[in-house]
């Protein structure tokens, strides 16, 4: 197609994959203000800047699926780590924590930790007024939120282990319906952590029936993604079939050796569920190793309940300690080893601002370093920091990795925070995933072990988000859609991040266009913060 009208910007001479999964092409790429007006040969079309990219490719911009920038995006509004790696668009809000719910009271406590290190802070009631915030301050990447439903649980109920009552429950449903109606795209839920794990399935049905009004999706972070996978992914099945909501389960993976392969049986319940018509997809990050907070991943549940305080003040109690590290060993007989084989030499410190020295060490090293055994090191520390740090476990299978990326409606998701890294987010050991990510997935399994072709890399990154999100207009290239563009090196495009030194942008990424404006070309940031907020108001 030829354009008759002058462009803002060509792209003249790439191989174009348009995201769908088909075969690039040489063709060229017409933009004006924001929008991919023409596509074809071009090369004597009128335009106010022509740029020559032969030899490179160029794909729509990367939708990341799985993020929780909604964390930094008020105190790092560029997501410098986002769009170098290729994202120019990023759902929030994963995993049921939703900074956009929370408000200025007690019980947000840790969230406000979170935020004033950067001089942040929670000044907004409600949702509408966060994206508004969003709005006003600006943000790099498109903004894509998601409601929480462990955000939504403190607010009304703080960290009770109870069923709602009535009035609590209409309360949730109301609040929940005013993010809804404010343009939230669904409801995430992390029913590993408290108080959202608190909740039974009928909770979340009753939840998720809000959601369906507005032709949203439920999003959730599994009660267990280990020992009781299987039994978590069948949860999740019931709550989606219950509500009659479409069903993402984010970040999906086996954890532990043992339950290494527990992914086929998921991967044929979800075929089934499809089958019967019930909408499954799930998403990925492909490293071995997750991150959580180290209280997550190691205290019983009663021991989780409560403030930060009240978590410190039970730790601290020698008859609740014997109680938890008991209760600790009994679940897992392994965390006795103190060799070199020993599951803590798997577990790495990662962001603790309170003990800057310990990140990236493991605990195996730190507990023998103080003279202590691996658990009652890790109670103390918790007690000290308010449970104010997180780890990193490498506990993931490399058949499970491939498995879960095989299949087709598996979407690509950091789980990450957009960073940068100077300022204060550059001290923090966080995980390579928010700088590598998608730039890993062309290295590490298209290029070296050829799981996927390119072109299907690039629709679990585009056009399969979007459509599982039900973004118009985005994730692919062709006339009417926003610009929203990758230009990369196909040979050399890969994850420069390692756990040891995460913050390093990815390599191959040589041009970002967001909303056809360029965001990053060469190792250039325009802070022009092209990105947007993405309401999504569709009442049934």
């Not at 969003?134 to 939120?145: F, I, L």
């Not at 079939?241 to 044929?268: C, F, I, M, Y």
């Not at 360029?518 to 325009?526: K, V, Y």
Request: aromatic residues 6%.
């Amino acid at each position: 197609m030829i354009a008759t009208e002058p462009m803002s910007l060509i792209l003249q001479g790439a191989m174009v994959l348009d995201g769908t999964g088909t075969a690039a092409q040489r063709v060229d790429i017409g933009i004006l203000d924001d929008r991919i007006t023409a596509i074809g040969d071009l090369s004597h079309t009128t335009t106010n800047r022509r740029i020559l990219v032969e030899g490179l490719h160029i794909s729509p911009g990367f939708i990341d699926i799985h993020t929780h920038s909604d964390i930094s995006v008020l105190y790092h509004p560029q997501q410098m780590s986002a769009i170098a790696m290729g994202v120019t668009t990023q759902v929030v809000g994963n995993c049921g924590l939703a900074l956009g719910l929370a408000v200025n009271s007690t019980r947000f406590e840790f969230e406000k930790r979170w935020l004033a290190p950067h001089g942040a802070r929670i000044n907004w009631n409600s949702f509408d007024e966060h994206l508004s915030r969003v709005e006003s301050e600006g943000t790099g990447t498109n903004y894509v939120p998601l409601a929480g439903h462990g955000t939504l649980r403190k607010r009304v109920m703080g960290q009770d282990n109870r069923p709602p009552d009535n009035a609590e429950m209409n309360e949730m449903r109301s609040i929940l319906e005013g993010a809804m109606e404010a343009g939230a795209w669904g409801l995430s839920s992390g029913l590993e952590y408290t108080p959202g794990g608190y909740a039974q399935p009928e909770e979340l049905i009753e939840l998720c029936s809000v959601v369906k009004k507005f032709s949203g999706i439920y999003a959730t972070h599994l009660r267990n993604e280990g020992d009781t996978l299987v039994e978590s992914v069948e949860e999740a099945l019931k709550v989606a079939r219950g509500a009659g909501v479409p069903l993402q389960l984010s970040h999906h993976k086996a954890e532990g050796d043992h339950n290494w392969g527990k992914t086929a049986v998921t991967l044929e319940m979800v075929e089934e569920a499809r089958s019967k018509g019930l909408d499954v997809q799930m998403d990925q990050y492909p490293y071995n190793a997750f991150m959580t907070a180290l209280s997550v991943q190691t205290l019983p549940w009663y021991a989780q309940s409560g403030t930060p305080e009240e978590v410190a003040a039970r730790l601290n109690d020698p008859a609740e300690r014997k109680r938890i590290t008991d209760d600790m060993l009994a679940a897992h007989p392994d965390w006795a080893d103190t060799s070199e084989n020993s599951h803590w030499n798997r577990v790495q410190i990662g962001v603790c601002r309170g003990r800057p020295e310990m990140q990236g060490k493991t605990v195996l090293e730190l507990a023998a370093r103080a003279g202590k055994l691996p658990v009652d090191w890790v109670i103390d520390t918790l007690a000290e920091t308010g449970g104010y740090v997180s780890a990193v476990n490498f506990a993931m299978g490399p058949g499970d990795i491939e498995r879960v990326l095989k299949f087709p409606f598996t979407s690509v998701g950091s789980d990450g925070v957009g960073a940068r890294p100077d300022g204060p987010s550059g001290k923090d050991l966080v995980h390579p995933r928010a700088y590598g990510t998608f730039p890993r997935v062309f290295k590490e399994y298209v290029r070296k072990h050829k799981i996927l072709t390119e072109e299907e890399a690039v629709r679990r990154m585009t056009s399969l988000p979007a459509a599982r999100m039900g973004i118009a207009d985005r994730g692919v290239v062709r006339p009417g859609a926003f610009a929203d563009l990758v230009v990369y090196d196909p040979d050399t495009i890969g994850d420069t991040a390692t756990f040891d030194a995460p913050h390093q942008f990815a390599e191959g990424i040589k041009m970002v266009v967001i909303n056809g404006t360029i965001a990053f070309e060469g190792d250039t940031f325009n802070e022009s913060l092209a990105g947007r907020v993405l309401r999504h108001i569709t009442a049934s």
